[in-house]
């Protein structure tokens, strides 16, 4: 079993930065792929990055390629997702997940998932 804590959402302007981290707990994260989503009010949740168990390849929706990162520290059993530039389009609860059996794209290949961080992104 594995618990995922996210943190380090807020509020910020458009064109700020923001970076969010995902605690894990377990002993075994490294051999988890693990990946960020959103949901924005009133729509579906949708995948945003992911990262492979040895942070060897990352994945990003086509919206936030270019601006996000996401990154892992296996020794310290966290994810990040940094943020920039961002745009009011942007807002949502992030939800970091992990344990991916099948499409990284799709919320059900996803065992794990932690309980979200609001960003809000003012314009």
């Known amino acids: 079993q594995v618990r995922l804590v996210e943190s380090g959402g807020g509020l910020v302007q458009a064109g700020g930065s923001l970076r969010l981290s995902c605690a894990a707990s377990?002993?075994?994260?490294?051999?988890?792929?693990m990946g960020w989503f959103r949901q924005a009010p009133g729509k579906e949740r949708e995948f945003v990055a992911a990262?492979?168990?040895?942070?060897?390849?990352?994945f990003y929706a086509d919206s936030v390629k270019g601006r996000f990162t996401i990154s892992r520290d296996n020794a310290k059993n966290t994810v990040f997702l940094q943020m920039n530039t961002l745009k009011p389009e942007d807002t949502a609860v992030y939800y970091c997940?992990?344990?991916?059996?099948?499409?990284?794209?799709?919320?059900?290949?996803?065992?794990?998932w932690g309980q979200g961080t609001q960003v809000t992104v003012s314009s």
């Open positions: 997940a992990g344990d991916i059996s099948g499409s990284i794209y799709y919320t059900g290949s996803y065992n794990y």
């Open positions: 377990g002993r075994t994260f490294s051999n988890y792929g």
């Open positions: 990262i492979t168990r040895s942070s060897g390849t990352t």
